[in-house]
Structures are given as C-alpha cells and as structure tokens.
C-alpha cells in the first residue's frame, strides 16, 4: 500500500507562483510511477504532469512552459512548481502513484493510488 499527502495549495493572484508537494509513504518503493492531476468543479479531473521513477517527463500542453514536475526520491515526495499562473488553474490537485509503468501516464485510471487533494485558487 501507498499513502500520498498534498501540500502547498492556497490563493493567489494572477501572475502568480505555488509549489505543490506530494509526501510518499507505505511501500514507496513500489512505485514507478507518479503523477499531478487536477480537477476543477463541474470538470473532469485532467491529468498535469507526471514523472517516472527514473526521471521521464510528461507534461500536459495546458500547462506546459508553466508547470514544472519534480522529485526526489530520496524524501520520497514529488513536486509540482506552478509559475504564471491563471484563472483557469483553479482547481483541486491531487497526486496519484502506481506500482506499473502506465501507457498513457496523464490518464485517471493509470494510477491506483490518490492523494485527498489540495486547492488552488488563482483570482484575476
């Protein structure tokens, strides 16, 4: 079993920066595969961002030039920086992990295990 914990959501203004984190803990060794997702109300959750054990990226043209994914696995958590940010990214995100290799990394059902999410607000 994984457990994942987001961090770092909150309000700012447009223009503005927020780092998300995701802390891994349980059998985090298991994992090959993790990854950002996003859902705003009344939307389906989108995939953002995901990363491979091994450092592969793959980052959704939405956000791409304005969302860096990252990690460390030696804390076992998983980063999410957000840069220039709009409007439109208000929503809750959430980080997902799976123990295999997805064929299509930014899909909701790739990942077996979920984060409760954290908020982003981004006002005009």
């Known amino acids: 079993q994984v457990q994942l914990v987001e961090s770092g959501g909150g309000s700012v203004q447009s223009g503005g920066s927020l780092r998300l984190s995701c802390a891994a803990s349980?059998?985090?060794?298991?994992?090959?595969?993790m990854a950002w997702f996003r859902q705003a109300p009344g939307k389906e959750r989108e995939g953002v961002a995901a990363?491979?054990?091994?450092?592969?990226?793959i980052v959704a043209d939405s956000v791409k030039g304005r969302f860096t994914i990252s990690q460390d696995n030696a804390k076992n958590t998983m980063y999410l920086q957000m840069n220039s940010l709009e409007p439109e990214d208000t929503a809750t995100y959430y980080c997902?992990?799976?123990?295999?290799?997805?064929?299509?990394?930014?899909?909701?059902?790739?990942?077996?295990?979920w984060g409760q999410g954290t908020q982003v607000t981004v006002s005009s």
């Open positions: 349980g059998y985090t060794s298991s994992i090959a595969y």
């Open positions: 990363i491979s054990r091994g450092g592969a990226l």
């Open positions: 997902a992990a799976d123990t295999a290799i997805p064929i299509f990394p930014l899909r909701v059902g790739a990942y077996d295990y």
